[in-house]
């Protein structure tokens, strides 16, 4: 979306009402305006909420953010465009949506075969990744931050079977990320679509698969519903982590305590959410297996070959767009490899023998 766009978008909302002055600084107070990627309903729009609802509580009401679902103010996949442009203060959403602006950004959401939640999170953190994060956002006039983590995906819903790689040849295939990607090289015909579109297309074979988030949100939205045929694992995002995208203006205007508040409270909303969708995702699993009409079964093992095999080259073409890209890419795999030794011995190796 261009800027001229955005301001046009804006000056629509403002005529409906709504309005997008530059945050209101008075007596000490701040109200700031978030755009989100999500639609009404459990999980996703709740976290951003709950975010501006733990930054407000925290900065004892100094700092109000005012929370808007996919739509109410930009059209969906356009909130990075409307933060970058002064539009709106800062954006909810998947990070990966905005692929156009560098697909090096996927490494702070979700990579094939690549960081679980707790690696994701340990990377970020103490690693390096929110350096190379910032570097990445300071091209766009964004700061990110991790605010939200879903936790492990599925490897999504399917009308019909799926028993070889030959199977995805031809198939029409909602999904975001280097999957898609993957998925296009298999043959498939691959399309984003906000979560408003999604069941719908399914419904009405616009579509012949999809991925959206795991089975708590599947559930919800209905996907059960209407295909038979839920696989595992999501190689694709083994986690599918969200950003809280700052226009870069405003995060300078803030002092020093006031930044590491946010920081910390979109730290405590990773960690709160991801409980959240754990437990969730537990209870809907075990609903999905007791109505006897989802059939919830594993990708092949040629398949998930076929897989890991064309993501190391999806992956690694990502690293090779520019110079910061090139270190993320670099980054991202050396603290995997780091990670990986510990993840096997200290939960991998527990897991495996807890119900023996």
């Known amino acids: 979306m261009r800027r001229r766009d955005i301001l046009k978008a804006g000056g629509l909302a403002a005529g409906a009402g709504i309005a997008f002055p530059a945050p209101a600084i008075g007596q000490g107070l701040r ?38 679902p996919s739509g109410a103010i930009v059209r969906p996949f356009e ?15 998947h990070i990966g949506y905005f692929e156009q602006k560098s697909l090096a950004l996927h490494f ?11 690696e994701l999170f340990a990377w970020v953190r103490f690693g390096g990744g929110q350096e190379l994060w910032d570097a ?6 964004i700061k990110p931050l991790l605010a939200c983590c879903t936790g492990p995906q599925m490897g999504g819903w399917y009308l019909n079977e799926i028993n ?11 999904m975001a990320g280097y999957g898609a990607e993957v998925y296009r090289r298999l043959g498939a015909t691959v399309v984003l679509l906000p979560a408003s579109e999604i069941l719908q297309s399914l419904r009405s074979g616009a579509i012949d698969a999809c991925e959206w ?3 708590w949100l599947d559930s919800v939205m209905g996907l059960n519903e209407v295909a038979p045929y839920y696989y595992y694992p999501g190689w694709h995002e083994p986690c599918a982590s969200l950003a809280l995208g700052i226009n870069l203006d405003i995060w300078k205007s803030f002092n020093a305590t006031d930044r590491a ?16 969708f754990n437990a969730n995702n537990a209870q809907a699993l075990r609903r999905l297996r007791a109505n006897g009409r989802t059939r919830i079964q594993p990708f092949g093992a040629a398949i998930v070959a076929k897989f890991a095999k064309i993501s190391e080259d999806v992956v690694a073409e990502a690293g090779e767009a520019g110079d910061l890209e090139g270190r993320i890419y670099q980054s991202y795999l050396s603290f995997r490899d780091r990670a990986r030794d510990w993840s096997d011995i200290g939960e991998g190796s527990y897991l495996a023998i807890r119900d023996n």
Request: aromatic share 8%; glycine share 8%; no cysteine.
């Open 108 to 118: 702070f959401s979700g990579v094939p075969f690549g960081l679980t939640a707790n």
């Open 31 to 68: 109200r700031l305006t978030m755009v989100t990627d999500w639609p009404e309903g459990p999980g996703l729009l709740p976290s951003a909420q709950r975010l501006a609802e733990t930054v407000r509580r925290s900065s004892d009401g100094r700092i109000r953010i005012e929370v808007t």
């Open 79 to 93: 909130t990075f465009d409307a933060v970058q442009a002064g539009v709106a203060d800062m954006f909810h959403s």
């Open 136 to 141: 990445l956002g300071e091209r766009f006039n």
């Open 164 to 174: 070889a790689p030959e199977d995805i040849r031809g198939l029409r295939y909602r």
């Open 261 to 276: 508040l946010i920081e910390t409270a979109a730290a405590s909303e990773f960690v709160v959410s991801l409980a959240e």
């Open 213 to 215: 988030v795991g089975p």
